[in-house]
């Protein structure tokens, strides 16, 4: 019976050891939170698994990841072209859920602001710059705006959240446009720099006066207030999970390899800051058994995943999508 027991256990600890696999992935602070929540879940059920994510930000992900130094990066920005072709390896984008940037305030005495486009880009630009302004006052009748200096707050390191906001700036403003531009990293008119989602949130919270932009969950859980935005329609929005799925429906075709800019999406309801967030998968793994654990894992991802994301106040991917995007990932090798 001892006998058995040993041999069983043995088995076991072979068996242990042929499916202990120690995924590091690194990349954007956006979709950090479901991340955590989604590899802490899978290591659980698959013991042996180790799934280590450090969240630097777009840019440095996609550093990362095509340098071979991380087995996946994570990147709201679609990656370009050029910058795909730079890679070490070849990547394939899997688009894993929907999220919003929302304007984050801190302006004692007003929970409440109403963003028109314009008015977004010229605080940015430093065209404005105190919250009593009558431009910003326009769009807020009857709010009781203090007379006090905005600071504004972006972010310090390369930030596929900075390339969504400055992606939809562009397309609202041409001063914006000609001017700092759609990037990662562009040349900030104005402000205080904070490093990922949690650094901006964190000045905003310490600084009367401040605005800044955040992934939705970021103000939810740091109780920070943020302000409707005016969308291509012409109606102010406020972003939640159904606004930003209206934007994501604005994409009759979706692109074969997923990337897609939904910034000013069309739609009476739509959130005009919305965007897909993306993994950056090598198409190719050279450890067969690390590959089978990271196309495990994805798909889990997928199926069981998606049903968690509105809780933390992403929007999931649309059914059809989702297909799609499993059928990619057991395409990977």
Not at 35 to 46: D, V
Not at 131 to 143: C, F, L, S, T, Y
Not at 174 to 192: F, I, L, Q, S
Not at 262 to 290: C, H, R, V
């Amino acid at each position: 019976m001892k006998k058995t027991i040993v041999a069983i256990a043995l088995l076991l600890m072979a068996w242990s050891a042929a499916h202990a696999q120690k995924l590091t992935g690194a990349g954007a602070s956006f979709p950090y939170p479901i991340y955590s929540k989604w590899f802490g879940e899978y290591s659980a059920a698959h013991p042996g698994v180790e799934i280590n994510y450090q969240s630097i930000g777009s840019g440095g992900g996609f550093r990362q990841v095509s340098a071979g130094l991380v087995d996946f990066g994570a990147s709201d920005k679609p990656r370009t072209d050029e910058e795909l072709k730079s890679s070490k390896v070849k990547l394939v984008h899997i688009p894993t859920v929907l999220g919003a940037v929302v304007p984050v305030f801190n302006v004692p005495g007003v929970n409440d602001v109403k963003f028109s486009p314009d008015m977004l880009a010229d605080i940015y630009l430093g065209k404005i710059t105190n919250w009593n302004d009558p431009r910003i006052a326009k769009d807020n009748p009857g709010v009781n705006l203090p007379n006090q200096k905005i600071t504004v707050v972006h972010r310090s390191d390369g930030s596929g959240t900075s390339f969504i906001f400055t992606d939809y700036l562009s397309k609202v403003s041409k001063d914006w446009a000609n001017g700092p531009g759609t990037g990662e990293a562009v040349n900030w008119p104005e402000g205080v720099a904070g490093k990922g989602n949690e650094g901006v949130a964190s000045l905003v919270r310490q600084l009367p006066g401040a605005i800044g932009y955040v992934e939705l969950i970021y103000a939810v859980q740091n109780k920070i207030d943020y302000g409707e935005v005016k969308n291509a329609a012409g109606n102010f929005v406020k972003a939640s999970i159904d606004s930003v799925t209206e934007a994501a429906a604005s994409v009759k075709q979706m692109p074969a390899d997923f990337r897609v800019s939904i910034t000013n999406a069309p739609g009476a309801n739509a959130y005009p800051i919305s965007s897909f967030t993306y993994l950056l998968i090598p198409e190719k793994t050279a450890d067969p058994a690390k590959a089978k654990v990271l196309k495990d894992l994805l798909s889990w991802c997928i199926k069981s995943g998606e049903s968690e994301v509105s809780a933390l106040s992403y929007a999931p991917l649309p059914q059809n999508l989702a297909d799609k995007v499993l059928t990619k990932i057991y395409s990977l090798q």
